[in-house]
Nanobody
Framework: QVQLVESGGGSVQTGGSLRLSCAAS????????MGWFRQAPGKEREFVAAMSWVWGGRNEYYRESVKGRFTIPADSDKNAIYLQMDNLSPEDTAIYYC?????????????????????WGQGTQVTVSS
């Protein structure tokens, strides 16, 4: 069991920045990956970014639309991950959800799909105005 709590959401103007935080507690030592998904009004949930620690490595994954703008720093003890969002656009407006899983995969694609994850936070709202 892993508990996740997001924070750091808010309202910014186009081009601004936000840093989201996700605090993890519980059985975090067995966590294989943590990440972020988002859901905009009227749209389906979509992958944003993830960090995995499987096989002794550290890998990052990003959807194409956020590459170069977002980064996903993480504590080495897996107690927290972050989403640093720069150069925000109105298209980034959504509820952002932190997620975690204890499933180990060598193929990074698995960490970019919601079905891989079994722990979810409550979400934090990000609003970007023009």
């Amino acid at each position: 069991q892993v508990q996740l709590v997001e924070s750091g959401g808010g309202s910014v103007q186009t081009g601004g920045s936000l840093r989201l935080s996700c605090a993890a507690s519980g059985r975090t030592l067995t966590t294989a990956a943590m990440g972020w998904f988002r859901q905009a009004p009227g749209k389906e949930r979509e992958f944003v970014a993830a960090m995995s620690w499987v096989w002794g490595g550290r890998n990052e994954y990003y959807r194409e639309s956020v590459k170069g703008r977002f980064t996903i720093p993480a504590d080495s003890d897996k107690n927290a991950i972050y989403l640093q969002m720069d150069n925000l656009s109105p298209e980034d407006t959504a509820i952002y959800y932190c997620t975690a899983t204890n499933l180990n995969y060598k193929i990074g694609d698995y960490y970019q799909t919601s079905r891989t994850y079994n722990y979810w936070g409550q979400g934090t709202q990000v609003t970007v105005s023009s």
